[in-house]
């Protein structure tokens, strides 16, 4: 191991690792990353592309058992296609879009007497979601008239809207919705040595690197410092406490099942909304019978996830349809004014891919030759569609536990993840139908159908951040409550959900996180 002894010990290599690898190392703080998944070659992505558009997922593990996971609740949330391992994380095949949360998102219940505030405002966070816009390579432009003040410029210039946004922005027009810009973490122009987006059409899988993930923006950086080692293909398996409550070693495998241990004054999980409460929850000991960090019995708590639904129509005109692999258009005028308490939010996306491609109306059509070049022709193109994400209000029913009756790779029980949508969120996913089916009338759409009520590929909660320990896991700075050399990032430690992505808030508080450990880290202490 390159740092017998380092300052710092990071499990997970995505958005929030990823991020803070590289906050840390550019200040001369050495740290351990410890990644479950493998180093996903760059020059295998055309590779992985080709695997994608034949139905594959090129980033799911080859460990078998790895993955396991149960399911219980309502309204099964699957992993499967709604994470990555390997170095990157999700960042690896999410969609980029990096939108900020509104001021509004972290004073619930100031503002509307329902779920909590944050205890931090969107002002303490304002310069941080500048830095991690510059850091991912964020392209946008401030059109949005319900985007909280910004103290900085977008980096990059937007992308301009698609010829089917036309559509949408004339519809929309005469209803009274606003159309505005998507903000996405992908290269309008040339950006931080990697290339202008080419719309390939395949985002999950950018061949080119001009969508952000952070084993390109962040980790190779941090790794060329000189101060960042990674373990690659090594499982955490618990953490151990001293005398004192602090976390002194890291328990980790390979695939040999052979146990190691890593020491540092100060560990960070960034594992993801999952994995991170599930490692806590094998963690126990004499200490914590109910699982590290976890005297509040908040561990694993207030799952969120944003419903999702389609809602698509036929027009008589061509739209041109997956020209590019991302969406450049989107209203959020239905998620921020309005009461809280009586209306949840959500945003509208506008499909720049909507409708059957013409492989598959050519595979069920069950014509041939001239034939079925005229019914390819006749039949695609022709189709809009408007995606709704709804906000999801903290629930202590939603959860993740372990599952003592099913073992993982190495043993261990996997995360059983209890999941449902409640009657708040089902009401604003009727309105915001109602409302996607409106625009498309507007537009002389026909044959207006509505997708099966799924969720977005968000994992939020699980180690709520807050200022009583009783009520949350983690302080504002996410340092645990109970273990002051344990750091809880990513999205798990949001409070509420906003029916925004949270990607770009897990990389602002990344960043934040980074400089006040550095500071402590300077002054010799680790809480």
């Known amino acids: 191991m390159k740092f017998k002894n380092p300052?710092?010990?990071?499990i997970g290599t995505g958005a929030a690792g990823g991020i803070m690898a590289w906050e840390l190392a550019r200040r001369g703080i050495q740290v351990v990353m410890i990644e479950s998944g493998p180093m996903h070659p760059f020059e295998q992505r055309f590779e992985y592309m080709h695997r994608f558009l034949k139905g594959e997922n090129p980033w799911q593990t080859?460990?078998?058992?790895?993955?396991?996971?149960s399911t219980g609740g309502s309204f099964p949330y699957y992993l499967e296609w709604n994470r990555a391992r390997g170095v990157g994380g999700s960042t690896l095949h999410w969609e980029g879009y990096t939108l900020r949360f509104h001021e509004n998102d972290f004073r619930m219940f100031s503002l509307y007497g329902i779920s909590e505030d944050w205890p931090i405002s969107y002002e303490n966070i304002e310069p941080y979601y500048g830095k991690a816009e510059i850091a991912l390579g964020v392209a946008g432009t401030p059109d949005d008239p319900w985007g909280s003040f910004r103290g900085t410029p977008f980096p990059l210039p937007p992308f301009e809207f698609?010829?089917?946004?036309?559509?949408?922005?004339?519809?929309?027009e005469t209803l009274g919705i606003t159309l505005h810009h998507l903000p996405q973490a992908r290269n309008s122009i040339a950006y931080d040595k990697r290339p202008q987006c080419q719309a390939c059409g395949t985002c999950h899988v950018c061949p080119i690197g001009a969508k952000a993930s952070v084993d390109i923006t962040h980790i190779k950086k941090a790794i060329a410092t000189g101060n960042v080692n990674v373990l690659m293909d090594s499982t955490v398996l618990?953490?151990?406490?001293?005398?004192s409550q602090k976390v002194s070693g890291v328990i980790y495998a390979g695939h040999d099942r052979i146990e190691h241990r890593l020491s540092a004054p100060i560990?960070?999980?960034?594992a993801g909304a999952v994995e991170t409460p599930r490692l806590l929850l094998l963690s126990t000991s004499k200490n914590f019978p109910n699982g590290l960090a976890n005297r509040s019995g908040l561990v694993g708590k207030y799952f969120m996830s944003h419903p999702s639904i389609d809602v698509t129509g036929r027009v008589k005109e061509k739209v041109y349809p997956y020209r590019v692999g991302f969406s450049t258009a989107m209203t959020r005028q239905f998620a921020i004014d309005r009461n809280r308490a009586k209306k949840g939010v959500f945003f509208l996306e506008f499909l720049n891919s909507a409708g059957h491609k013409p492989e598959e109306i050519a595979l069920s059509s069950g014509k041939w030759g001239e034939s079925l070049?005229?019914?390819v022709q006749e039949e695609f193109g022709h189709t809009l569609g408007v995606r709704v994400y709804c906000e999801q209000l903290p629930d202590k029913n939603n959860s993740i536990s372990l599952n003592t009756w099913k073992k993982d790779y190495f043993g261990n029980p996997v995360p059983n993840i209890s999941y449902g949508i409640g009657e708040y969120e089902r009401g604003a996913l009727k309105e915001a139908t109602e409302v996607a089916k409106t625009?498309?009338?507007?537009?002389?759409?026909?044959d207006i159908q509505t997708g099966n009520l799924w969720y977005a590929a968000h994992q939020i909660g699980t180690h709520r951040m807050g200022k009583d320990s009783r009520a949350s896991v983690v302080d504002k700075n996410l340092c645990a409550h109970d273990v002051p050399n344990l750091y809880l990032v990513g999205s798990g430690c949001f409070v509420t959900a906003s029916a925004s992505p949270p990607t770009l808030t897990i990389a602002a508080l990344a960043i934040k996180t980074s400089e006040h450990i550095a500071s402590i880290s300077r002054m010799g202490r680790t809480g």
């Open 439 to 446: 625009i498309l009338q507007s537009v002389g759409a026909s």
């Open 162 to 172: 698609s010829y089917s946004d036309g559509f949408f922005t004339r519809g929309c």
């Open 267 to 270: 560990v960070i999980i960034a």
């Open 62 to 69: 080859q460990l078998p058992g790895l993955d396991l996971y």
């Open 373 to 375: 070049e005229r019914h």
């Open 7 to 10: 300052d710092v010990c990071i």
């Open 238 to 243: 618990r953490l151990e406490t001293d005398h």
